[in-house]
């Protein structure tokens, strides 16, 4: 198995930047697909973006589209999520996850290893 560790949270004004980062340990970094997800208080955990193993493409929310990206490091074991023009409903925790599938997903369900997450906290 993979354990995932995030870092990088914290409280950012409305249109500013964050980077997220998600360190792997254990298994073979490049067998996971890897993803981002939030969640908001009292909101269900949401799909945000996710990359391939090598890291040649990637898929996301429309939420997401035009303001995130995401990339991998596969030599350090990390990936990176750049959160770009910041609003107040990007608040959440952020959750990296890894997946074993083939077929990308945007189910949290198919997802078999998660962090322990970090808050963005996006003021006005």
């Known amino acids: 198995q993979v354990q995932l560790v995030e870092s990088g949270g914290g409280l950012v004004q409305a249109g500013g930047s964050l980077r997220l980062s998600c360190a792997a340990s254990?298994?073979?970094?490049?067998?996971?697909?890897v993803g981002w997800f939030r969640q908001a208080p009292g909101k269900e955990r949401e799909f945000v973006i996710a990359?391939?193993?090598?890291?040649?493409?990637?898929y996301s929310a429309d939420s997401a589209k035009g303001r995130f990206t995401i990339s991998r490091d596969n030599a350090k074991n990390t990936v990176y999520l750049q959160m770009n023009m910041l609003k107040r409903e990007d608040t959440a925790v952020y959750y990296c996850?890894?997946?074993?599938?083939?077929?990308?997903?945007?189910?949290?369900?198919?997802?078999?290893?998660w962090g322990q997450g970090t808050q963005v906290t996006v003021s006005s």
């Open positions: 996850c890894a997946s074993e599938r083939r077929l990308p997903s945007v189910a949290a369900d198919d997802f078999d290893y």
């Open positions: 254990g298994r073979t970094f490049t067998n996971y697909r």
């Open positions: 990359i391939s193993r090598s890291g040649g493409s990637m």
